[in-house]
């Protein structure tokens, strides 16, 4: 298997477009994660169900975040997708989030090309508060049966802040390449 890392590009995140990975479909409450070393998906834990994730779940290809992982995006769509596709998307804002003591931002996109919504989507807003208390609610205890208290919700950004962290982990990614 190719590594997602080497042959697909961040995107054009400047014009709000990035490229994601899914890991993660919505509704899974298995822990699956890139091995950049290894080149594939690994199944790194099974979740209670309770804990299944509220959207689909990926990351950005040549991105290290602060917590030394791709940075991690939330995908917004109404059905699952499934693990290894990978999307043109669109950046509507970011979650500002701490685990462990290490920032592990998520940049929450839409598909580029989503016409069934015809595109309707165009910020955080437009996914009204309660999508926002579910993911938060989600991030906020979805360790507590293993480690309470060991995760953070900081806030939401909206894309200029979600272009500026990227920004900052494409510097890491390439600090860390050369």
Avoid at 26 to 33: A, H, N, P, T, Y
Avoid at 48 to 62: D, L, R, S, T
Avoid at 75 to 103: C, K, Q, S, Y
Wanted: charged share 30%; glycine share 8%; hydrophobic share 40%.
């Amino acid at each position: 298997m190719a590594d997602f890392n080497q042959v697909l590009e961040t995107g054009d995140y400047q014009e709000g477009m990035v490229n994601t990975v899914v890991e993660i479909p919505k509704g899974s409450s298995l822990k699956v994660e890139w091995d950049r070393k290894r080149a594939c998906f690994m199944l790194d834990r099974v979740e209670p169900a309770i804990f299944a994730k509220p959207c689909n779940y990926g990351f950005i290809p040549q991105t290290l975040d602060e917590d030394g992982d791709e940075l991690d995006t939330l995908v917004v769509t109404d059905e699952p997708v499934p693990t290894g596709v990978w999307m043109e998307a669109r950046i509507i804002g970011v979650l500002n989030f701490i685990d462990d003591g290490e920032a592990d931002h998520k940049v929450v996109v839409v598909p580029a090309d989503d016409r069934h919504t015809g595109n309707a989507i165009k910020s955080l807003d437009d996914l009204g508060e309660r999508w926002k208390q579910q993911v938060e609610h989600h991030f906020t205890h979805y360790k507590d049966l293993k480690k309470p208290g060991s995760t953070v919700v900081e806030g939401w950004g909206d894309v200029e802040a979600a272009k500026a962290v990227i920004a900052e982990s494409i510097e890491r990614y390439n600090a860390q390449a050369a």
